[in-house]
């Protein structure tokens, strides 16, 4: 039976992909301004990149904002990503200085979702355990800048890491023709076809890719990303426009 995840009123897999928005600001004042400007244009899912934030590595500046984002994020579920370099993101992280962040945002009783980049942990599982026990979710995530991998591939490192045991995985490719769009297509459909219980994200990238942000409830891809202001991943739209074709596609089902 296909899972749905329900939190602060809002369905993740329950048919409509929800548009989760990125918070990509370096200091506090200005991820505040972001968060309230964006909640109040009507997004429904906050994605704070901390790997933009100057404060990354002070524990007690990262606590400082989620307090201010807790009351922001009431009916706003609230995603936190570390995106390290070897993912496409800013983070220079060690693995155990990953860990502690993961941890810190886990414990904090304000966050929703955590993204664990699987493949950059030794031990993925137990981490993945340790925030779950916050009663967090996790999203284990994978890209991939440089190519879409064979079918094969894609499947095998969507199985890994639902085998890890999160409760969301999500695989973001680089298209270099259009049938690797299909490819990744075709992947997501039998991924979530054969793996009801575990929701997937996935998006194929740039402007080659961008039909695959759009086409999830039709595919099976439960989240989407989209701008506000700047945008944290190359061919990502802007959340409002998304938003009338997630509608358009949606209609009469």
């Known amino acids: 039976m296909r899972c749905i995840i329900e939190r602060k009123g809002q369905k993740i897999n329950g048919g409509r992909p929800i548009v989760c928005v990125p918070v990509m600001a370096e200091r506090e004042e200005e991820i505040l301004r972001q968060a309230k400007a ?14 933009f934030f100057e404060g990354i590595r002070e524990a007690e500046r ?3 904002v989620l307090k201010t984002l807790e009351p922001l994020c009431e009916k706003t579920l609230l995603l936190t990503t570390v ?3 070897h993912q496409g993101g800013n983070a220079l992280l060690t693995e155990q200085e990953l860990i502690r962040t993961y941890e810190l945002l886990a414990e904090s009783g304000i966050v929703d979702l955590v993204d664990v980049e699987f493949f950059e942990l030794s031990q993925p599982a137990k981490v993945i355990r340790q925030i779950q026990q ?3 979710l996790v999203v284990t995530s994978h890209h991939d800048f440089g190519e879409t991998p064979d079918y094969g591939v894609m499947m ?10 999160a409760d969301l995985v999500k695989l973001a490719v680089m298209p270099q023709a259009v049938s690797d769009v299909l490819e990744l297509l075709r992947v997501t459909v039998d991924f979530s076809e054969e793996h ?8 194929s990238m740039g402007h080659l890719g961008l039909v695959s942000r759009a086409v999830g409830e039709i595919f099976g891809s439960c989240v989407t990303f989209a701008a506000m202001e700047g ?9 409002e426009e998304l938003e009338k074709v997630l509608d358009f596609f949606g209609e009469g089902r």
């Open 231 to 239: 945008s944290s991943a190359p061919g990502q739209p802007v959340a």
């Open 62 to 64: 990262i606590r400082k």
């Open 83 to 85: 995106r390290t370099r």
């Open 156 to 165: 095998a490192l969507l199985e890994q890491m639902e085998r890890g045991g």
């Open 134 to 136: 916050q009663d967090v």
């Open 196 to 203: 009801e219980e575990t929701p997937i994200i996935s998006m």
């Open 38 to 51: 964006f909640i109040g244009r009507g997004a429904k899912m906050l994605e704070w990149r901390l790997d």
